[in-house]
C-alpha cells in the first residue's frame, strides 16, 4: 500500500470515528443506529438530497426482537435525489412478496398542493399524521401513516399493521430519527484539505532542500 493511500485510510478512519461521535444517542435509543439501519445509510446519504428520518421503532417490536427468530432485512427499493423508499422484510430480496413482505419506510418531497390522505392523528413535537388502514380480502394489504415534516412526505405502512403501533413507530422517526448527514459531509472536506495541506507541506520541503542543495 503506497504512502498517500495509507494516508487516506487512516484519514477516513478518522471519518468514521467522527460520525460515531457526532450521531452517538444521549440515551441508548436516541439515534437510528439499530443495526438493520446501517447497510442502508450510506447510498442514502450519498444519493438523496431530502432529509433522512429513520424509526428506532417498528410495528410489532421487529427491530427489538419482537418478530421472534425472523430476522429482519432492509432493503432500499428506490432512491433519488426527491425520495427514497426501503421495505423491510424476511428475506433481503423480498420485493414485495406477500409472504415475506413486512412494511416500507419512505420519504418523498411531493410538489405544492399534494396532501396526505387518511384519518387524522396527532402524532410527536405537534406533527398531524394520517392514518390509512390495511385491507384484506384473501391477505391483508399494508397499513400506512404518513406525515409532513420539513417539506417532505414522511410514510411507514405495517403489513395488517395497528394504528398504535404505527404511532409509535412514527413517534420515534419523528423525535429519534433524523440521520446526521452533516459530520460525513465535514469530515470528507477535513479529510481532503488535511490530505491537500500535506501534499503542500511536503512540496515545500522537496524545495527548501533543493534550495539548500544549490547553496552549499
Known sequence: MTGRRLRWFKCMASVVALIAIYQAPAVPSSRPTKPIWQSV??????????????PT???????????????????????????????LAATPNCHGVHACHFGTVAGIRCPE????????VSLARGQLGYFLGAT???????????????????????????LTEL?????????NGTVRRHALVLSRHLCHS?????????????????AKAIVS
Open 194 to 210: 488535511t490530505l491537500k495541506v500535506q501534499r503542500i507541506s511536503r512540496a515545500r520541503s522537496r524545495h527548501h532542500g533543493s
Open 41 to 54: 445509510i450510506p447510498r442514502l446519504v450519498r444519493t438523496t438530497r431530502i432529509s433522512i428520518v429513520l
Open 57 to 87: 421503532y417498528l410495528p410489532g417490536g421487529l427491530l427489538d426482537g419482537g418478530g421472534g427468530s425472523t430476522r429482519v432485512y432492509a432493503a432500499i427499493q428506490e432512491v433519488t435525489a426527491s425520495r427514497y423508499e426501503i421495505e
Open 113 to 120: 398542493g399534494t396532501r396526505l390522505r387518511g384519518r387524522p
Open 136 to 162: 384484506c380480502g384473501a391477505n391483508c394489504g399494508d397499513a400506512i401513516l404518513g406525515w409532513n415534516q420539513r417539506g417532505v412526505d414522511y410514510t411507514i405502512t405495517s403489513k395488517a399493521g395497528s
Open 167 to 175: 404511532v409509535r413507530s412514527a413517534n420515534s422517526a419523528i423525535v
